[in-house]
Every structure is written in structure tokens, then in C-alpha cells.
């Protein structure tokens, strides 16, 4: 069988709707999750299977709630690589560092996964026009799959968005609205709007296919590590959908018996200027409150109220993790130390993440000989701009030519 795709399910009050209907949340307001008949797939799916297939998302077809093959819209989401970082493992007394590197996906961040799993749902469901609110990532993914796909797509961010993505979702032809406000405000002139236009509003947690995507980074991380998973995960969390998606993830594999007991520590990193979930941890709460005056240098993780945010918490806490916030001047200096050391160029959040672990190791929340895995969740070609011209030299070639 392609997919075991089930039922949705509500992740508040759990009530169960069928998953071949276009749908948005529960009726409760709360974001559906999608269930697969996973006892089924126990019987039928080895590890083994994986072996011989192509090396994209799509090898975790069973996972996904794709029905139908002929539906798929792909770029060739490629698995990313996870490397080893030895010098800024020795940097930050943490031998055993890891990056997962997701910049390497078409449109240079990891949103691709969300993307093309929402857009291939999308086409599946028969949608021909769909909008979002985002941060400038997301909006730049889907914008790119839907002209694959064929489906008109509407896209507002922030009109402090990076410049980038807002390229790209006028080169991919998709309408783009720049407002003036967060992507909370730009949520709701999407829920306004669609109102009228009727679209299918794929903000995140707004439909349940998104999230699929982003799963597979869980999948990914668990083959990848030979299905023994790190001991921390530290991830740049905004919406916070990489977070549930990745322990959605490894829950399924838990109960298909693929992995054990134990599950890697996770970590919410955010930036100062926005870390409504942080707050809430360190009060104990289950929810967390708007974020005022939401700014940071990390763009793709300001989001002042995030919709799962009672998921992530809960997750937090069931994985013995933390949430941590650092500064834009920590995430400008991390940035610089990775691309030195490593040759890597992360982009912002991801070096949101790096200092988080630093931190971590420096309170020694982190051990010495555990296996830390960072997420870097874009290419830092997307933020090129943000990095200033220290130690450049200028020459005047009227002068050298005299
Ligand atoms: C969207 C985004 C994030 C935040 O991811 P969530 O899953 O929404 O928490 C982090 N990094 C980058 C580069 C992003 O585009
Ligand atoms: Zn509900």
C-alpha cells in the first residue's frame, strides 16, 4: 500500500474527522493531526525496505498521507546531510556535535519539506488556489511548488521580510501582499480575505498536511543516526511545526518498533526579541501569551503566538527538554563561527540554535559526551545581506592604475 493513512485527528478535544475531505482545523479551533493505521504498517514495512529507495522524503511514502503516487509535486527533496562539526564541537566542548544541514533543499530551506507534502495534499484534494501568512520562508516554498503544481498561490508577509524570499515569490508568479505588521497581522488579512476568495489557507496548523512534511526530518534524523537518535535536538523554533513534526515523527517510529524507549532531549531555541514559548516555559505554563514588539534578526522564528504552542510545551516536557532564548549580537557572532570554523554558512536561526547549544553545555544542562544534533533550517545565502563587511578592503582602481 502507498500511504496508511488513516483519519485526522484533533490534537485538543481529539475528536476524529475522515482524511479525504478538504479541511482547515477542528471545529474547536484547534489543529488536526494526522493518524495512520500504524499497526497495519507494523506487519508490513521493514527498515530494510528503505534501503533501495530514492534518497528524498518521498522514501517514507507509507508516513505520508499522500494516496495517490500520481498526485506527488516534487523538486527532489533530497535526505540532508548530517555532519559531523569537529572544530566547533571542540569550540564548544561538545565532541559529539552534529549539524543537520536543511539548506540544501530547493528553495534553500527546510519549509520545502512542508511544501511539497501540503502542495502534493493540495493537488490531491483538488484545491486551485490556496494563500498563507509567513515570514518570508515558507512564503518563497510554497510559492515555488504551487507554479509546479499549477495552483494559484497568495502570499503575505511582513513587509520587514528578507528580501529574498520575497523575490522568490514573484519570480514563482504567486501574489505577494507586504503588510505592514507581524505575521500575525498578516494571518488575519488572510483569514479576512479568504472569506471572499475562498481559498485553502495553508498557514501553519492550518491545515494538517504541512506538518507531514516536516516529519520527515524526524524520519531522516532517526535512519540517518542507524535508528539510535541523538540524545538533544536543538532546534530554531517560530510557529514551532519542525518541533512537533520531528516528534511526531519519532512517536511513529516508536510504535512501529523501529526505535526504542528513548527519545532525544528537545530543545526550543528563540530569539530574545521574541520567545513567547520560553516565557512560558519558565512560568509553567501550558499556553503561551502574544509576544509584544516581536523583532529579531532571525526572521523565519517571529512568530509573537505561536497556534501549536500547547504541542510544543507538552513536548518540552515530555522529552525532559528546555526552551532558550539568545540574542541577535549571540546569533550574528555564532554565524561568523560556524562558517569560520566549519565552512558552513548557516543562516540566522540556525546560529540561533548553535548558541543555544553553547549555552546549554555552559550551564551544563548539555554533557560533555552526549550527541547533540543542531538543526540548521536554511541556507545562509538567504540572509547574505545581514553580514557586515569587516576586515574588507576597499582599493580605487583609478589609484592602482596611476
Ligand atoms: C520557519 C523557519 C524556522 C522556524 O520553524 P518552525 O517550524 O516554524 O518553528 C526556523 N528557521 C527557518 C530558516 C525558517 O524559515
Ligand atoms: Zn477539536
Redesign the pocket.
Known amino acids: 500500500m502507498y500511504t496508511y493513512l488513516s483519519h485526522l485527528v484533533c490534537s485538543a478535544c481529539k475528536r476524529t474527522y475522515p482524511a479525504d475531505a478538504r479541511i482547515q482545523t477542528c471545529g474547536c479551533g484547534s489543529p488536526l493531526l494526522v493518524s495512520y493505521d500504524l499497526q497495519k504498517l507494523k506487519g508490513h514495512l521493514r527498515k530494510e525496505d528503505l534501503k533501495t529507495r530514492p534518497e528524498t522524503l518521498w522514501r517514507y511514502h507509507e508516513l505520508l498521507p499522500i494516496v495517490s503516487e500520481e498526485s506527488i509535486v516534487t523538486l527532489h527533496e533530497t535526505m540532508t546531510p548530517i555532519i559531523p562539526l569537529f572544530r566547533s564541537g571542540l569550540d564548544m566542548n561538545i565532541p559529539g556535535l552534529l549539524v543537520k544541514d536543511?539548506g540544501v533543499l530547493p528553495s534553500g530551506?527546510?519549509?520545502a519539506r512542508g511544501a511539497a507534502v501540503g502542495i502534493s495534499k493540495a493537488k490531491e484534494l483538488g484545491v486551485t488556489a490556496l494563500a498563507l501568512p509567513t515570514?518570508?520562508?515558507?512564503g518563497a516554498a510554497w510559492a515555488l511548488y504551487a507554479a509546479r503544481a499549477g495552483i494559484e498561490a497568495t502570499v503575505a508577509m511582513p513587509i520587514t521580510a528578507p528580501i529574498v524570499p520575497q523575490k522568490e515569490c514573484i519570480v514563482a508568479g504567486a501574489k505577494l501582499w507586504l503588510v505592514d505588521g507581524t505575521i500575525a497581522d498578516a494571518g488575519a488579512l488572510i483569514v479576512e480575505a479568504g472569506k471572499i476568495k475562498g481559498w485553502y489557507d495553508v498557514g501553519?496548523l492550518k491545515e494538517p498536511y504541512r506538518l507531514e512534511g516536516?516529519k520527515t526530518m524526524g524520519f531522516e534524523i532517526a535512519e540517518q543516526t542507524q535508528w539510535n537518535v541523538p540524545d538533544v535536538i536543538v532546534?530554531?523554533?517560530?510557529?514551532?511545526?519542525?518541533?512537533?513534526?520531528i516528534y511526531k515523527a519519532l512517536r511513529e517510529l516508536q510504535q512501529i518498533g523501529w526505535i526504542g524507549e528513548r527519545l532525544p532531549r528537545m530543545v526550543v531555541a528563540q530569539a530574545a526579541g521574541c520567545a513567547p514559548l520560553v516565557r512560558a516555559y519558565e512560568l509553567g505554563e501550558k499556553t503561551s501569551q502574544l509576544w509584544e514588539n516581536a523583532a529579531t534578526i532571525?526572521?523565519?522564528?517571529r512568530?509573537p503566538k505561536?497556534l501549536g504552542d500547547f504541542m510544543i510545551l507538552n513536548i518540552v516536557e515530555q522529552t525532559g527538554g528546555t526552551a532558550i532564548s539568545v540574542t541577535d549580537d549571540d546569533v550574528r557572532t555564532e554565524r561568523k563561527k560556524v562558517a569560520q570554523q566549519e565552512g558552513l554558512h548557516i543562516?540566522?536561526?540556525?546560529a540561533a540554535a548553535f548558541a543555544a547549544a553553547r549555552r546549554l553545555r555552559q550551564s551544563g544542562w548539555i554533557k560533555q559526551d552526549e550527541r547533540v544534533l543542531v538543526m540548521n533550517?536554511?541556507s545562509g545565502l538567504?540572509y547574505a545581506d545581514q553580514i557586515d563587511d569587516e576586515g574588507t578592503e576597499y582599493f580605487n582602481v583609478t589609484r592602482i592604475n596611476e
Open positions: 536543511e530551506t527546510f519549509k515570514n518570508g520562508n515558507a501553519t516536516k532546534y530554531p523554533t517560530g510557529g514551532g511545526a519542525g518541533v512537533i513534526g532571525a526572521f523565519g522564528m512568530v505561536p543562516c540566522p536561526e540556525g533550517t536554511g538567504k
